[in-house]
């Protein structure tokens, strides 16, 4: 199986903060990186597909990038509707995993 | 508006079976494939089955094959996860989730509100 590994599992940001979310394959899965965004009590949703493209109505401050085994989720501005916990997926092959998530939590 | 409703969920002792149901509205059922994904209490989330949209290929997670079994009806825009032999770490929210396919990649682009199951004495 492939294991993703993000870090932080935690961060404290102020509004206007640039953040940037790390997440690691344990081996190459090209671009087949998914983000999503959980906000508490809510459902998943996406944010980014393919590493790099941005859903439809997702804001144009989250942005995602890599490929093999390193990619990263960027929130350019911080606001305080983004307090949330961030999960990165890989469906590069079965199982499909998730990364095991990072708290953002505004300062 | 696309829409996912799981329901089917509830209190169940070890050993004993239970089957949730998505039904699916919105969009054209029969043209998709779909997954179910769980949250345990407090933890994070984990890919549980998928079903390709004609039924004819079907994921499991270690986890839960041989227990599990998903199943849809295309006539009634409706998925089910059998579960069987339940056990006290199948306790979680489950959801379905639409799988959109973007020149060979997958992603989950719609969710249900989930479902929760939970196995214990």
């Known amino acids: 199986d492939i294991q993703m590994t993000q870090s932080p599992s935690s961060l404290s940001a102020s509004v206007g903060d640039r953040v940037t979310i790390t997440c690691r394959a344990s081996q190459s899965i090209s671009s087949y990186l998914n983000w999503y965004q959980q906000k508490p009590g809510k459902a998943p949703k996406l944010l980014i597909y393919a590493a790099s493209n941005l859903q439809s109505e997702v804001p144009s401050r989250f942005s995602g990038s890599g490929s093999g085994t390193d990619f990263t989720l960027t929130i350019s501005s911080l606001q305080p509707e983004d307090l949330a916990t961030y999960y990165c997926?890989?469906?590069?092959?079965?199982?499909?995993?998730f990364g095991q998530g990072t708290k953002v939590e505004i300062k | 508006e696309v829409q996912l409703v799981e329901s089917g969920g509830g209190l169940v002792q070890p050993g004993e079976s239970l089957r949730l149901s998505c039904a699916v509205s919105?969009?054209?059922?029969?043209?998709?494939?779909i997954s179910w994904v769980r949250q345990a209490p407090g933890k994070g989330l984990e890919w549980v089955s998928y079903i390709s949209s004609s039924s004819s290929t079907r994921y499991y997670a270690d986890s839960v094959k041989g227990r599990f079994t998903i199943s849809r009806d295309n006539a009634k825009n409706s998925l089910y996860l059998q579960m069987t032999s339940l056990r006290a770490e199948d306790t979680a929210v489950y959801y379905c989730?639409?799988?959109?396919?973007?020149?060979?990649?997958?992603?989950?682009?719609?969710w249900g509100q989930g479902s929760l199951v939970t196995v214990s004495s």
């Open positions: 989730a639409r799988a959109s396919p973007y020149s060979g990649y997958v992603y989950f682009d719609y």
């Open positions: 919105g969009f054209t059922f029969s043209s998709y494939s």
């Open positions: 997926q890989q469906t590069f092959s079965t199982p499909w995993t």
